[in-house]
């Protein structure tokens, strides 16, 4: 998995890991570390979403007001 993420991951980049594979949980804790050697940032998808203080555009695009 990471040989295919090593060279193509960037600031911003959202990863979906699905939680049914076979491989998935096994690497995860070696992802989470190559990711975070690279100087990037893990954060969950909950930290992403604005709990107060938002609209959502038809584009579904939250907007903080």
Known sequence: ???RL???IKEGDII????GTKHT???LD???KNIKQKGLNV???SDL????NYTINSNGT???K
């Open 16 to 19: 979906l890991s699905h939680n």
């Open 43 to 45: 954060v969950t998808v």
């Open 25 to 27: 949980a096994d690497s």
């Open 49 to 52: 979403i604005y709990n107060e």
């Open 1 to 3: 998995m990471w040989k």
């Open 30 to 32: 070696m992802l989470l």
């Open 62 to 64: 939250q907007i903080q």
């Open 6 to 8: 090593n060279d193509k």
